[in-house]
C-alpha cells in the first residue's frame, strides 16, 4: 500500500506542460528528498529526478522536479510522444524506515 | 556500462521457497547499496528490501520482514533475496536495483535497474 499519493492519469497534447502531482506527509517527503522516475512500457523503471530536482546527465530539461512542504511535483514541458509512461515519485519514510513510493501516474500524449 | 541482471524467478507453490539472484557488472560493486523493488501485474512499484554496501544497513518492506533476507557477496559481485513462506501477493516482477548513493545509507535513489525476474505464488 503506498503512502505517497499520485494521480491516476495525466494527458496533453504534444509541445503542452504536463505537472504530475505527488502528495506524502512530515515523515517521508516533508523531510527527506523526492525521486522521480519513468516508466516506459514493457521496460525497468528509469531515474528522472533527484533529490527533489536534480537531473540525473542525458535527462532532459524538459523534465523538472519540484517540492513544497509534504508535496511535490514533476513538470513535463514541450510534451513528446516519447514521454507516454508511467511516472513514479518516492522518498524515504522516517517511520518506516526504507524508501517509499507513489501510486504511479500514467501519461498519455493525446 | 552497468549491467545488472536477475534470476531465479519461477512458479512456485504457496508457502515454499525461492532465491533471486542478481550478477552485477560495469561498477565497483562493494561501493554501492542495493535493493530488490517489486511490481505485481499491472500495478505499480514496492520497495522490497535494501542493503549497504558493506551489508551494515540493512532494511525491509513490512510486508515481507521476518520472511525474505537479502545478503550481497561482495566478492561475486552479486546480490540475492531469500524468500521463505511465500504468498499468493508476493507474485510480481522483481527488479534489482543499484542505489546511487557512494558509500552511504540505503536511499530511495536507484540509478540502474535490471530488466526483472517474473516470481509467480500458485498452487
Known amino acids: 500500500q503506498s503512502v505517497l499519493t499520485q494521480p491516476p492519469s495525466a494527458s496533453g497534447t504534444p509541445g503542452q506542460r504536463v505537472t504530475i502531482s505527488c502528495s506524502g506527509s512530515?515523515?517521508?517527503?516533508?523531510?527527506?528528498?523526492v525521486y522521480w522516475y519513468q516508466q516506459l512500457p514493457g521496460t525497468a523503471p528509469k531515474l528522472l529526478i533527484y533529490?527533489?530536482?536534480q537531473r540525473p546527465s542525458g535527462v532532459p530539461d524538459r523534465f523538472s522536479g519540484s517540492k513544497s512542504g509534504t508535496s511535490a511535483s514533476l513538470a513535463i514541458s514541450g510534451l513528446r510522444s516519447e514521454d507516454e509512461a508511467d511516472y513514479y515519485c518516492?522518498?524515504?519514510?522516517?517511520?518506516?524506515?526504507?524508501?517509499?513510493f507513489g501510486t504511479g501516474t500514467k501519461v498519455t500524449v493525446l | 556500462e552497468v549491467q545488472l541482471v536477475e534470476s531465479g524467478g519461477g512458479l512456485v507453490q504457496p508457502g515454499r521457497s525461492l532465491r533471486l539472484s542478481c550478477a552485477a557488472s560495469?561498477?565497483?560493486?562493494?561501493?554501492?547499496?542495493m535493493h530488490w523493488v517489486r511490481q505485481a501485474p499491472g500495478k505499480g512499484l514496492e520497495w522490497v528490501s535494501g542493503?549497504?554496501?558493506?551489508?551494515?544497513?540493512?532494511g525491509y518492506a513490512d510486508s515481507v520482514r521476518g520472511r525474505f533476507t537479502i545478503s550481497r557477496d561482495n566478492a561475486k559481485n552479486s546480490l540475492y533475496l531469500q524468500m521463505n513462506s511465500l504468498r499468493v501477493e508476493d507474485t510480481a516482477l522483481y527488479y534489482c536495483?543499484?542505489?546511487?548513493?557512494?558509500?552511504?545509507?540505503?536511499?530511495?535513489?536507484?540509478?540502474?535497474w535490471g530488466q526483472g525476474t517474473l516470481v509467480t505464488v500458485s498452487s
Open positions: 518516492a522518498a524515504w519514510d522516517d517511520s518506516l524506515s526504507g524508501p517509499v
Open positions: 512530515s515523515s517521508n517527503i516533508g523531510s527527506n528528498y
Open positions: 542493503i549497504s554496501w558493506s551489508s551494515g544497513s540493512i
Open positions: 533529490k527533489n530536482n
Open positions: 560495469g561498477f565497483t560493486f562493494d561501493d554501492y547499496g
Open positions: 536495483g543499484k542505489d546511487s548513493m557512494v558509500r552511504g545509507a540505503i536511499s530511495p535513489s536507484f540509478d540502474y
